[in-house]
């Protein structure tokens, strides 16, 4: 086992980790090398065995990983051997889809409360939950010993909403909103912004370079025409 703290982009990778066990666990496999976990996941068996070392030693040389055994001690390590009460703010599209999704529960998470602002969702029964109004959020929160929050408000309601659940005891955020929230010293935040993310990828749409990328502009449709036999117009008469 390292010593010291353990990098966020570990913690990051776990949950990934996790996820391919219990599929292979699903689909009969009892053992797994570091080699063909890598494999699977796209990246190197040195990362593996490098990111599974700041939590001890797992596996054995020649033998590989107890696929079993190795979910059992990510359970762990990740705090997911037991029930996360959650609780939603917001319940427009985004909040509704996700209160009816239904791998929460498998993975370790539960929604025990729902909070809204609209009069029209306020008293609304999802899931035999009640959804209340985001005044009190605080209250149920503290309440029910929720720590984990997921936000699903539009961005100028978010940071209102992120300090009444730090107010309640929340100490985890999973935020929905497109914008940053401002939150204590010790309190987890992830966001989910799939338009920074999309924004991201275009990047590395190369649709001015060549595969080679050496950045040579594509051949327009007009010069390929125009040096085709096919495509040369007629000289004019």
Known sequence: MRNGPVPDIVVRRLPLYLRTLRQLQREGHRTISSEELAQLLGVTAAQIRRDLSYFGRFGKQGYGYAVAALIHELEVILHLDRLWNVALVGYGKLGQAIAHYGE???????????????????GQIVNGIVVLPETEIDRVVREQGIRIGIIAVPPDAAQEVADKLVAGGVRAILNYAPTVLHVPPGITVRE?????????????????????GNGQDEQSFADIMERSPVGKRPAAH
């Open 104 to 122: 929460f529960e498998p993975n370790g998470f539960r929604i025990t409360a729902i909070f809204a602002k609209s009069p029209e969702h306020i």
């Open 192 to 212: 989910i912004d799939p338009i920074s993310a999309l924004q991201s990828m275009t990047f590395y749409l190369h649709d001015r370079h060549d595969a080679s």
